[in-house]
């Protein structure tokens, strides 16, 4: 039996497999219209099943093990949710801009980092010439800028950092992370980083 899969889990999983996790599990779907078919490896002649469940599909189920949202979860409840967990990671993609636009006419709760996002978000849309210039730009781009801008508040030292200087400017966490990405120009080493991302 499937257990309610997590927005928060569906994240965690999403950010694990990466580029080329994302795009075996789609290929998948577009080719076997299945994110667990048993696939023939094999050459001319030869045919060696690779059955997706006990293999992808294990890598999944030990990172879903691994993290704190699964942790009462048994053995059947992975065996039997892996897929649909799967399902939700490629197909309920959500882009930051409809997030948005749900935070703001919603009120939906979002992560902290999202949430500083938003704010900063709406706080330029509010401003005359930001406002019209932001709606101006394709909207591959604004989720292109607003996803770039997401992993910089995520950065752990820049939260760390964005952290002391709201405390000590007395400013929220999204004055100051607007303040931080805008005009903190001590801070080159840090921005270095961002843009030549090491993994």
């Not at 899969?5 to 990466?18: A, F, N, P």
């Not at 075996?24 to 577009?30: A, D, H, M």
Request: charged share 35%.
């Amino acid at each position: 039996m499937e257990r309610e899969i997590s927005q928060e889990l569906v994240e965690s999983t999403r950010k694990w497999l990466g580029k080329d996790g994302l795009a075996f599990f789609k290929e998948l779907k577009e080719k076997h219209n299945d994110y667990s078919p048993v696939l023939n490896d094999g050459g001319i002649g030869q045919s060696v099943p690779h059955p997706v469940h006990f293999r992808e599909g294990m890598q999944v189920r030990n990172h879903m093990r691994g993290t704190d949202l699964c942790k009462d979860w048994g053995d059947h409840d992975l065996d039997d949710s892996w897929v649909a967990l799967i399902t939700k990671v490629i197909e309920d993609k959500m882009s930051l801009k409809d997030e948005y636009y749900g935070y703001i006419l919603d009120k939906k709760e979002v992560s902290k980092p999202k949430e500083i996002l938003f704010k900063i978000v709406q706080d330029f849309t509010d401003r005359r010439g930001l406002r019209q210039g932001w709606e101006s730009i394709d909207n591959d781009i604004q989720e292109e800028i607003l996803q770039t801008w997401l992993k910089i508040i995520e950065d752990i030292k820049a939260w760390e950092k964005i952290t002391k200087y709201a405390e000590e400017n007395n400013l929220s966490y999204a004055e100051a992370t607007g303040e931080y990405l805008t005009k903190f120009p001590g801070e080159r080493s840090w921005v270095e980083k961002f843009y030549y991302r090491q993994q």
